[in-house]
């Protein structure tokens, strides 16, 4: 792939071929950013919404593809996504694991999974990219979860990993100022799981009961939050935004 040379903001979004990654890829790239999209098996996805994107304005997105289990491969993921364009202005952390793993279940490969998605592959990633970001005075947004704060039952190595990415949300902001801004966005029920098992319809009615705007959110609510972050807020960072329907509070 030969590098396209550009003057507008470039910004790489981890595990954006569907749901609320390519949200944000689509509210990024309607404010103006050429946008990249990581995927992983996804690649059908990712190259249908890089041609819908490309569509609407012409060489302004492009796919990569990468484990972001496979850590020694993350830098040169990060390299490739800067050769998109020639350069990287925004990293937005937000391909996930997501799965229950009860005490008395948990085994290596769940830590190793749960662990690499939501909290290593992100900080793998956010250090191959700072060189970058920093001669872009840039800015990484990642996506953390309400459950930071009040546990979600039986979802132990998620918990920990995504608080974990919360505690590094803020360091990364500390150490990578005054160049990099760092935040974070913090769902709550946005969209629910594929896997229908994971939150029956009676949990689902308590869970939207137990939200003071009694409903669900929707994909752009979070896509909504990370444009700010990325593009709106030049004197936030280190911050955690909820968008939770009020959750949070409730809890």
């Known amino acids: 792939m030969s590098t396209i040379h550009s003057t ?23 404010a103006g950013a050429n946008v990249i999209i990581h995927c992983n098996h996804s690649r059908t996805d990712a190259e249908a919404l890089a041609t819908e994107l490309n569509l609407s304005r012409a060489r302004s997105a492009e796919v990569v593809q990468g484990d972001l289990l496979a850590t020694n491969a993350l830098k040169g993921l990060i390299v490739q996504a800067h050769s998109c364009f020639g350069r990287l202005d925004g990293l937005v952390n937000n391909a996930s694991s997501f799965y229950p793993t009860p005490i008395g279940t948990i085994d290596e ?6 662990m690499g998605s939501n909290l290593k592959a992100p900080l793998w990633l956010s250090q191959a990219a700072a060189p970058y970001l920093r001669e872009a005075n840039g800015a990484i947004v990642n996506i953390i979860d309400i459950h930071i704060n009040r546990p979600l039952k039986d979802f132990i190595v998620y918990n920990a990993a995504k608080a974990g990415l919360a505690g590094l949300t803020r360091s990364l ?15 709550g029920a946005i969209i629910w799981p ?30 909504g939050a990370v444009k700010y972050l990325m593009l709106d807020a030049p004197y936030v960072t280190g911050q955690i935004l909820a968008v939770d329907g009020g959750r949070e509070i409730a809890l």
Request: charge should be negative; proline fraction near 7%.
């Open 194 to 223: 594929e896997d229908e098992a994971a939150y029956p319809p009676a949990e689902r009615e308590r869970i939207i009961q137990q939200t003071p705007l009694k409903r669900i959110g929707s994909a752009e609510d979070i896509a």
């Open 8 to 30: 507008q903001k470039t910004i790489l979004i981890t595990g954006a071929a569907k749901r609320v990654g390519a949200a944000i890829a689509r509210a990024l790239h309607a």
């Open 109 to 114: 490969d769940h830590w190793n999974e749960l």
């Open 173 to 187: 902001a500390l150490d990578l100022g005054p160049e990099i801004r760092v935040n974070g966005v913090s769902p």
